[in-house]
Structures are given as C-alpha cells and as structure tokens.
C-alpha cells in the first residue's frame, strides 16, 4: 500500500521513501515464511509489490523472479481478483501493471502467491500530479467488464469495525468512541447524494499508486481494491492530501482538478466522504499499533484528533 506523498520536487527523496507506508483498507501486516525460493524467487530482494496482498513476485522481463516476503493476513480476497483485474485491464489496454502469463495464484502453506511484470528498473519513479489525474479519468471511463469478471460494489468501511473490536492496543473508552464514530459516519454515508455517475473506481488512488515506466508514461498499480461505485471515492485521497494533510500543495490540487476535470472539495458531500476515509486510515494504524511505540503513539495522537476535531496536519505517514 502506498505512502502518503511529500509535496514539493525538492522533497522526492523523501517522497519515495513516506510512499512506502498503506493506511488503506486490506493492508497486509504479518510476514511470509521465506518458501519464495521453491518458485525461482528470492526473499528480501523484492522490490515494492505493484498489486494485491500476499507473498508477491515482480518478475522483470529476462530476468529471474524477485519476491517481496509479505503474507496478507487472511480475507475474502486471495489475489484472484487482482489477477483478473490486471488480465481484464490488459485486454482494453489499459496502463496497468500485468500479471504474469502463468497460473495464479500459487499457494504456498497457505499463502497467496502472485506473479507480477516489473513496471520499471527500480519500481520507485512516481507519475506526476497531472498524470495520476489522467489516469483516473482514463479508468472512470471504462465501462465495467461485460464478462469472465464480476467486480465486486465498494465496501467503504471495508473491516473497521472489526479491527475496532478485535483491538488489544484500544482501551474501552476509545472503543465506545470509535463505535459511536463509525456509526455516525455510516449513517452519514448511507445520505450521500453523489454527483458523478458509478462505474468503475480503483478503490485506492493516489500518487502512491501510479507509477512511471521507463518511457514516463503512467502505470497503474494495487489493483486489489478495485471495485464498482461511486467516482467521487477515487478522488478524494487527492483533495484529503491537500485540505487536510499538507501532504500536496494548493497548486498541485489545482493541476489534479483542471486535469480530471472536477474539483471534489466543492461538492457538498466532500467533508463527510473525507471524513469516511479518514477513518480508515485511523482504524488502520490502530490494528498496527501493538507493532512499535513510533506507530503507538501515531494511532493515539490520530485516535485523540478524531476526539477533539484538532488539526491533521502533524500526522505522519506510516
């Protein structure tokens, strides 16, 4: 999953590596035993996986398979669906990352294995601003695969409320909190009146998620969340980074509106559509909280603003 972006040129080095960091739904958290080698790949030479969750292979054309040694934790996805994603994507030509042409996925003592082409030498160039906003509207403009593929309806709060009741980390006022917050935000959502029409979205875009191949041209990655439903979802990462985070500045958000073609901050639903997403990224950190005292007191100080309405801007990408 990718890091959250670090605007300004001047700040690339620290771009690339803030990208590293997932707060999306589905995030993969525990470690693969190192079985990569019984399929020609090896652990800990991997570079960042371009799709969904598990034990990931990026095998660059000529060369021998690289794995990233990560194991998803077990979910209603074993990284079929973004096989078919990116096979489908494919055959419309779309500018996304292609999944090997082998049988997939592998399983491997109870891991996902998939196998995925290189989209560049070192996988770290990310697209710029005006690109990821092509790309979105290039994808908002597929229609939705007619057959062999069935995408699955957005699932905006995804397993929140799980990781909020299955927490160690959570004290039990926090846990009353977040209840009480997730069914606020659900009742919020549920009276939404979307303008852009539903189709197909990627469930996670961002600059995080686009990257450039070697001729610069934008590619498309982590197609796992991909989905059917409302446009608006795909673009309210970019304005979050903007409005809330700091993380892009005003000109960058201007470049992303005039590229796409629609400014989602000034639609009436766009507080409580960011506040929806905002608490996925808190109800993520949460469940990474048990992980270190550096995310524990992230997830206190994020679990704290949603309490008291403070400023997001001294969040930190994980």
Request: charged letters at 25%; proline letters at 6%.
């Amino acid at each position: 999953m990718p890091k959250p972006y670090v605007r300004g040129e001047a700040a690339h080095g620290k771009r690339k590596r803030a990208m590293n960091t997932g707060y999306a739904l589905g995030e993969a958290d525990t470690r693969a035993p190192a079985h990569a080698s019984m399929l020609g790949c090896w652990p800990g030479s991997g570079r960042r996986s371009p799709a969904a969750p598990g034990l990931e292979c990026c095998l660059p054309a000529g060369r021998a398979g690289r794995c990233q040694d990560r194991a998803a934790q077990p979910s209603d996805r074993d990284g079929a669906t973004a096989v078919a994603v990116a096979r489908w994507l494919e055959s419309v030509d779309y500018p996304a990352v292609r999944a090997i042409g082998v049988e997939q996925p592998v399983t491997v003592d109870g891991h996902a294995v998939t196998f995925w082409g290189a989209v560049s030498e070192d996988g770290s160039e990310y697209a710029t601003i005006a690109q990821v906003a092509e790309i979105i509207a290039l994808l908002h403009a597929l229609a939705p695969p007619s057959e062999g593929l069935r995408l699955p309806e957005l699932q905006p709060f995804g397993k929140a409320g799980e990781r909020i009741a299955r927490s160690e980390w959570l004290n039990a006022d926090d846990q009353d909190f977040l209840e009480s917050e997730l069914a606020r935000l659900q009742a919020g959502y549920a009276c939404l009146e979307f303008l852009l029409s539903q189709g197909v979205i990627h469930g996670d875009a961002n600059i995080g998620n686009v990257l450039r191949d070697p001729a610069g041209q934008p590619v498309v990655i982590d197609l796992d969340d991909f989905a059917t439903g409302p446009r608006e979802w795909d673009l309210v990462e970019s304005a979050m980074f903007y409005e809330r985070f700091g993380w892009q500045s005003r000109e960058e958000y201007e470049t992303f509106v005039k590229v796409y073609g629609y400014d989602l901050m000034q639609w009436p639903g766009y507080p409580m559509l960011a506040d929806v997403r905002e608490f996925a990224m808190v109800t993520w950190i949460v469940r990474k909280a048990g992980e270190s005292d550096k995310i524990a007191a992230e997830a206190r100080k994020r679990v704290d603003t949603l309490r008291t309405g403070a400023s997001r801007r001294d969040w930190s990408p994980f």
